[in-house]
């Protein structure tokens, strides 16, 4: 009788039972790792802490808004009459030249008419000059200091050595200011060939 070899597929079962033996031996011998218990009260803590930051920071976000809305309110109402404050100057300019023009024997005239005509231009370029300071409007500095080309404006330059070089020692049309801004610059004449300005100073730019 010839003898029976086993065959091949009895082999594979055989062997995948082994293995799977000794997968589940593995699993037995291997604890299973353990996962950390979290402390409740601490998650709670690190909750609070991160919710307290963002808190801190919106209310730091909303302080900044707060001063930016506010700063940008008192820019608009310092600024927002720049353009009727430059017409108003065109005005108290007209009286000023005005009052310029007229020959000193007018001025001493005993005519009331004129006396009334001319005080009542005095009256009301020194009351248009009010008006304008009352609104943030004042004059830019500029005789026997340093030319700033920033609030002057060279128109011409005087030969002066007993003056130091880039003095303001005339001034045509006075410049005037609203807040920190330059609503117009002064017109000047500036001191030339004479000694420089203190060391330290800028020098001066007669070009702006």
Do not use: C
Request: charged fraction near 30%; charge should be negative.
């Amino acid at each position: 009788m010839a003898q029976q070899n086993p065959s091949p597929n009895a082999d594979s079962e055989m062997m995948s039972d082994e293995t799977a033996a000794q997968a589940t031996e593995a699993e037995i011998e291997t604890p299973a790792e353990e996962t950390p218990e979290v402390d409740p009260l601490e998650a709670l803590r690190a909750e609070n802490a991160e919710l307290r930051d963002r808190l801190l920071r919106s209310v730091a976000e909303m302080e900044n808004l707060r001063k930016r809305t506010e700063r940008d309110v008192a820019d608009t109402r310092s600024y927002a009459i720049s353009g009727f404050a430059r017409d108003m100057l065109s005005a108290t300019d007209a009286l000023n030249r005005a009052l310029t023009m007229l020959p000193a024997e007018a001025r001493e005239s005993t005519d009331p008419t004129v006396k009334s005509l001319i005080e009542g231009i005095e009256l009301a370029e020194r009351e248009m000059q009010r008006l304008l300071a009352k609104h943030g409007v004042t004059p830019i500095e500029a005789e026997g200091l340093k030319f700033d080309p920033h609030r002057h404006q060279a128109m011409f330059e005087v030969p002066d050595p007993s003056r130091p070089e880039g003095t303001v020692v005339q001034v045509v049309q006075a410049g005037f200011a609203i807040g920190d801004r330059v609503l117009r610059p002064a017109m000047v004449g500036v001191a030339k060939g004479g000694p420089s300005h203190a060391a330290g100073d800028e020098a001066v730019d007669k070009s702006a």
